[in-house]
């Protein structure tokens, strides 16, 4: 052999190591491209994953907030309601004070609503003695009644009478502004 087959193999051996390091140096640029597209790949799924559960998370809270807003505002038009039935009642209370007020003046009329009080009072309760409390400023009045009660009972109910007996020591409370007890 001589200086040019040696100078020949020796540049070829040149060459095929060339060719293996562009091959191996081709091999690590696929694996690292590979490697490199794989964790982009991973980290934008990771940041889609976190983008996801951080809007499914503003949107829970929008719906509670939702939630939250409707019962408040739920609650606002029950508590209107509320005053304007309290309103209301207070208004068919004092109405109904004013027409007692006036029942009262007309003691004929008075005298039949406390004998069918009576009369109602004796069937609800359906015992053989019935204890009748009043105001005192009324105790004329619940006397007569008791009596025309006792003549009549048997003939409205087609039961026995029972027993009426008047407290005349403990007596209701006046009507609202008359201290006169």
């Known amino acids: ?26 091999e690590i640029s696929v694996a690292a491209e590979e490697e490199f597209n794989l964790k982009k ?11 996801r559960q951080e809007f499914e998370r503003k949107d829970s809270q929008i719906e509670v907030q939702k939630k939250i807003e409707y019962s408040s505002k739920l609650n606002e038009a029950r508590l209107k309601v509320l005053q304007a039935r309290d309103v209301e009642v207070q208004k068919v209370l004092a ?8 029942v009262c ?6 005298t039949k609503l406390l004998e069918d009080l009576i ?10 003695e ?12 619940v006397k007569t009644a008791i009596n025309n009660v006792k003549s009549k009972f048997t003939n409205v109910t087609g039961k026995k009478c029972p ?19």
């Open 1 to 26: 052999m001589d200086d040019a087959d040696y100078e020949r193999q020796i540049n070829q051996m040149v060459q095929f190591i060339k060719q293996e390091a562009g091959e191996k140096a081709n």
């Open 95 to 102: 109405q109904a004070r004013a027409e007692l007020a006036k």
């Open 130 to 141: 019935v204890g009748v409390r009043c105001r005192e400023m009324d105790l004329p009045l």
């Open 41 to 51: 790949l991973n980290m934008v799924d990771l940041e889609k994953k976190k983008m």
């Open 163 to 181: 027993s009426i007996a008047l407290d005349e020591k403990t007596f209701l409370p006046p009507p609202d502004g008359d201290v006169t007890s």
């Open 105 to 110: 003046e007309d003691k004929a009329g008075y």
């Open 119 to 128: 009369i109602q009072a004796a069937l609800k309760l359906q015992i053989n």
